[in-house]
């Protein structure tokens, strides 16, 4: 199967520096692709519309992947809502548009599984975008993403442009965030479980009843992702322009937290406090589109987990993980 991108490309990856980003430039890498552009916040402020049209036409990329975003919790986005669409929809159009009349041949812009309907039918397809309400806690941020993955498909319909969108599920693995607070439920857990095995804690309390059902990909799959639907997939007139991006199997946050716990070694016993929320019961994206193309998630849970904890300790030890 010919590639859609070469090596002699230049390729821009915005938000290099961010989990998805920089997971997306290691696979780049690894797959022969070496002349990768990249910037700086202080190189090249994205929210700069005059800024990133003198980039590009300086820097004259041919391939871009959009993976920079304003990215938080849910009280980061309940509390900055304006800022959360603005600077989304900002960074989304600037660099789209630019990339476009810049005569860039392909262009790969990241979404989120939080663009689909709060109760869409499970596992959701790509046909349930727009088809109910968001997520209360963080529809400005997909509000923002669908404008992007609407932007390229418009552009792709009206001028033949040559964008496509993937809309990945829950991510984890190197450079997650382990916030206390306002870290996702994964890196949350690692965090807890890994402080518990170091105190010896007789116990650890987990939020609701562990029954919610959820999915993970560990980010370096995701990255490999990215380059197989840059290589490999254009859709043809009147088909779908986004793809889910999963690994097509999901697992209670009970199943999860004790998964989490053999991998940092804890033994001691795990209480539920179903006075907490549990959220919504399942969330698992419908991946049969992309694997009929040909690509399947290879980094197993268990795997992911092992590597993603060795590496939380490594940096841990030597104070570089965020937090």
């Not at 692709?33 to 980039?55: I, K, Y």
């Not at 870290?183 to 479980?193: E, G, M, W, Y």
């Not at 009929?292 to 490594?314: C, D, K, N």
Request: hydrophobic share 45%; charged share 20%.
């Amino acid at each position: 199967m010919n590639s859609l991108i070469t090596p002699a490309d230049r390729i821009f990856v915005a938000g290099h520096r961010g989990m998805a980003g920089s997971a997306i430039c290691r696979a780049l890498e690894r797959a022969g692709f070496h002349q990768l552009l990249t910037a700086s916040r202080s190189e090249l402020d994205l929210l700069d519309g005059p800024a990133v049209e003198a980039w590009f036409a300086k820097h004259q990329p041919t391939v871009v992947v959009l993976a920079a975003a304003k990215v938080g919790g849910i009280q980061a986005n309940s509390s900055s809502p304006a800022d959360f669409l603005l600077e989304n929809l900002k960074i989304q159009t600037q660099v789209i548009e630019t990339a476009w009349r810049s005569g860039v041949r392909r262009l790969l812009f990241l979404g989120s599984s939080c663009i689909y309907p709060k109760f869409a039918e499970q596992p959701i397809r790509e046909e349930a975008l727009l088809t109910g309400a968001l997520e209360p806690t963080n529809e400005w941020y997909a509000i923002a993403k669908i404008a992007g993955i609407k932007l390229c498909e418009a552009l792709r319909l009206q001028h033949g442009f040559d964008a496509i969108s993937l809309m990945p599920t829950n991510l984890y693995g190197p450079g997650d965030n382990y916030h206390p607070t306002n870290s996702h439920v994964l890196p949350a857990l690692i965090r807890r479980f890994h402080e518990a095995a170091e105190a010896n804690a007789p116990s650890v309390t987990c939020w609701g009843t562990g029954s919610p059902l959820r999915e993970f990909l560990h980010v370096d799959d995701l990255g490999e992702a990215c380059v197989f639907a840059l290589e490999h997939w254009s859709p043809a007139l009147g088909e779908l322009t986004y793809l889910n991006v999963g690994t097509g199997k999901d697992l209670s946050i009970r199943e999860l937290a004790e998964a989490v716990a053999t991998a940092t070694g804890y033994q001691g016993a795990i209480h539920w406090d179903s006075s907490k929320p549990d959220g919504t019961p399942k969330k698992q994206l419908d991946v049969t589109r992309l694997a009929a193309l040909g690509w399947r998630a290879r980094i197993s849970l268990a795997e992911g987990l092992a590597s993603t904890v060795a590496l939380f300790r490594e940096e841990h030890a030597q104070l570089l993980v965020r937090l």
